[in-house]
């Protein structure tokens, strides 16, 4: 019998998309335009999401092949049937967190981050276009990734270099900064501005997975080689 992951649906106001997300796996979130399709895709995506949690050092704990138990449901805004993202909170977003939970959330926050870096380092510098030649190459998606992030770091009191530039170091700098903003913040029983911190933890964690994905399925290694 397969496991069960807890899965959340967003619903957008104008029922045009649904976004799946697994609440307990920060990063693991698909959206499609009906709640059943939108929780495939995620289900789907167990096994891409698994090395993360590998890396995490939870892979005993993740279960690669499950199915969902819909935990809650719960209106989104209009950005969620626009892009099917989530952009609204759940009620799990607004749960009070323990320190252990914080942590585990934070690891696989890091984790994300982590198979991010490493998918930028494999894959061709330019990318597979679009059918009409849109889209972005490789390094304009990091820097698409990381600049969005930055800004999101806004909420919890830190600031970009004016510089922008992105090296090794500033990046690492910058996670460090991000996860210890989040410590703070939870200390002090406060949310990210207007954000929850689950919810600005899985977001992060969404951002950075769907661009590595993307990096990934659009990489031009294998059709060079």
Same mark, same amino acid.
């Given at each position: 019998?397969?496991?069960?992951?807890?899965?959340?649906?967003?619903?957008?106001?104008?029922?045009?998309?649904?976004?799946?997300?697994?609440?307990?796996?920060?990063?693991?979130?698909?959206? &499609?335009?009906?709640?059943?399709? $939108?929780?495939?895709?995620?289900?789907?995506?167990? /096994?891409?999401?698994?090395? +993360? &949690?590998?890396?995490?050092?939870?892979?005993? %704990?993740?279960?690669?092949?499950?199915?969902?138990?819909?935990?809650?449901?719960?209106?989104?805004?209009?950005?969620?049937?626009?892009?099917?993202?989530?952009? $609204?909170?759940?009620?799990?977003?607004?749960?009070?967190?323990?320190?252990?939970?914080?942590?585990?959330?934070?690891?696989?926050?890091?984790?994300?981050?982590?198979?991010?870096?490493?998918?930028?380092?494999?894959?061709?510098?330019?990318?597979?276009?679009?059918?009409?030649?849109?889209?972005?190459?490789?390094?304009?998606? +990091?820097?698409?990734?990381?600049?969005?992030?930055?800004?999101?770091?806004?909420?919890?009191?830190?600031?970009?270099?004016?510089?922008?530039?992105?090296?090794?170091?500033?990046?690492?700098?910058?996670? $460090?900064?991000?996860?210890?903003?989040?410590? %703070?913040? @939870?200390?002090?029983?406060?949310?990210?501005?207007?954000? /929850?911190?689950?919810?600005?933890?899985? @977001?992060?964690?969404?951002?950075?997975?769907? @661009? !590595?994905?993307?990096?990934?399925?659009?990489?031009?290694?294998?059709?060079? !080689?």
């Amino acid at each position: 019998m397969a496991d069960e992951i807890r899965v959340m649906l967003e619903l957008g106001p104008k029922g045009k998309k649904v976004v799946a997300s697994a609440p307990d796996w920060p990063g693991l979130e698909r959206g &499609a335009t009906t709640a059943a399709v $939108a929780v495939e895709r995620l289900i789907a995506y167990l /096994p891409r999401y698994a090395v +993360v &949690a590998k890396r995490a050092g939870m892979d005993a %704990t993740f279960p690669a092949v499950a199915t969902a138990d819909v935990v809650e449901r719960y209106p989104g805004v209009g950005s969620t049937d626009f892009w099917g993202i989530s952009f $609204a909170f759940s009620d799990i977003d607004r749960q009070t967190m323990s320190g252990e939970e914080l942590e585990r959330q934070l690891t696989l926050l890091r984790a994300c981050w982590a198979f991010f870096d490493d998918v930028r380092a494999r894959v061709s510098a330019e990318m597979r276009k679009g059918p009409r030649g849109g889209g972005r190459d490789r390094d304009q998606i +990091v820097r698409h990734t990381v600049a969005t992030e930055r800004d999101w770091a806004k909420k919890l009191g830190a600031t970009a270099p004016r510089d922008g530039s992105l090296t090794d170091e500033r990046l690492a700098a910058h996670r $460090a900064a991000y996860c210890d903003g989040i410590r %703070t913040l @939870h200390v002090q029983g406060k949310m990210a501005r207007t954000w /929850p911190l689950r919810y600005l933890i899985r @977001h992060t964690a969404f951002h950075t997975m769907d @661009h !590595a994905w993307e990096m990934e399925d659009k990489d031009l290694s294998a059709s060079q !080689a």
